[in-house]
């Protein structure tokens, strides 16, 4: 069995954010970058746990420049057995999502997880397009994953409950919190991981759909306003006109 895990490179939780030229670049100075969450703590995390279980090659694979490889070197670390650098540099959901589907065609995977989402743009739109430019089912929000043979059992979660869906391979699976539990890499890993292959593959040709235009930081927190609870009247009316929450 063959699976490919989604690696993203995000800016750790911690970071502060700002923007350059006129707020249409976001300035990594001083910034901090880690595995997307969703990618490491559950992808990755559970296709290991397959490799242990089931014998599985676990491969990964991520679109961006030189300054990725550390990222994936810990992804390597924790345990993955060979890496896949796209070497391009884009925002664009689409084209990122034809690199990987362009990549995948050549390997032939079994299993292809992606992270719910990443925490930077939050944009949950990979898992599907690679799915749909591979002609492959693709399940979302998957919080647990069960093999049997050449069939998958996938809880996800709904509004209001869990929904168990069965699916034959091959497939893409985003993953979400439930599917794993987060794992630090040990020294012999990271050892291990410097001399596992890193393969730079040069980007296939795609359309860009989309650009951004400019960012935005959202507003700075209000101050907080202490009303006497005997004053009713004045907490209604700053909810009402102020807050505009009633």
Known sequence: MKILVCISKTPDTTAKIAFTDNNTKFNEAGVQFIINPYDEWYALVRALELKETLGATVHLVT????????????????GGDEAFRINTDSQDSYYIAAQIAAHAKVQAYDLIFTGKETIDYNGSAIGGMVAELLDLPFISIAAKLELNGTEATINREIEGGE???????????????GMAEARIPNMRGIMAARTKTLTVVEPAAADTLTAIASFELPAPKAGV?????????????????EAKVI
């Open 63 to 78: 679109a961006g420049g030189a300054d990725t490889e550390p990222i994936i070197r810990k992804a390597l670390a924790l």
């Open 163 to 177: 929904e168990i869906v069965k699916v034959s391979l091959p497939v893409v699976v985003s993953c979400q919190k």
């Open 225 to 241: 306003k202490m009303i006497s609870p005997d004053n009713v009247e004045e907490l209604v009316r700053l909810l009402h006109e």
